[in-house]
T-cell receptor
């Protein structure tokens, strides 16, 4: 089945620094990737949708200058948390769908997530 | 906007018994898809079962089945013969028609405990 790899799985950074999270589709072309954020014991909240080669579409309330998303190729999307603060600490998870998974009844494929801790 | 509601924050079931998790949703669309995802402590999102709204027949995957009531906008998950490995967070999710490109809206989740 389709596999999505997310890296790193855990990262600890100091306040004020930037952190990049990668999401890769390993065996399919991911034309669309989604970035979610999950607080402890809460649901997944969609942050943004990225389509290969175009600017990401951010959900209301998500700062686009804070969470930079790049989807430059059909197999890679990155989320950069800029000038991280402790309140950015969270679990970030990506998902992907592609040209060979156009039918919605083929489920999204999720990465394993990244636990970000900002000290 | 579509919303998904899971009214049971926590549920408990004894091993080998049956449990039903509730989910309701709100939408103005007629064509859509519904999913149940399982999230164990590893945080991996695992697809449990999916239902296409145009299908009247309830989806079934081994021990997992759904009760899809389109008019009532209800989509409950039944787990039969519960196993210890079923313990996890369960999320109900909604996806609109193909034009929304697989954008999922999740419910708040139900934590399922399985006891001996």
């Amino acid at each position: 089945g389709a596999v999505v790899s997310q890296h790193p799985s855990r990262v600890i950074c100091k306040s004020g620094t930037s952190v990049k999270i990668e999401c890769r589709s390993l065996d399919f072309q991911a034309t669309t990737m989604f970035w979610y954020r999950q607080f402890p014991k809460q649901s997944l909240m969609l942050m943004a949708t990225s389509n290969e080669g175009s600017k990401a579409t951010y959900e209301q309330g998500v700062e686009k200058d804070k969470f930079l998303i790049n989807h430059a190729s059909l197999t890679l999307s990155t989320l950069t948390v800029t000038s991280a603060h402790p309140e950015d600490s969270s679990f970030y998870i990506c998902s992907a769908t592609g040209t060979d998974l156009l039918r919605v009844n083929s489920p999204l494929h999720f990465g394993n997530g990244t636990r970000l801790t900002v000290t | 906007a579509q919303t998904v509601t899971q009214s049971q924050p926590e549920m408990s079931v004894q091993e080998a018994e049956t449990v039903t998790l509730s989910c309701t949703y709100d939408t103005s669309e007629s064509d859509y898809y519904l999913f149940w995802y399982k999230q164990p402590p590893s945080r991996q999102m695992i697809l449990v079962i999916r239902q296409e709204a145009y299908k009247q027949q309830n989806a079934t995957e081994n021990r997992f089945s759904v009760n899809f009531q389109k008019a009532a906008k209800s989509f409950s998950l039944k787990i039969s013969d519960s196993q210890l490995g079923d313990a996890a967070m369960y999320f109900c999710a909604y996806c609109g028609s193909a034009g929304t490109a697989s954008k999922l809206t999740f419910g708040t989740g139900t934590r399922l405990q399985v006891t001996l």
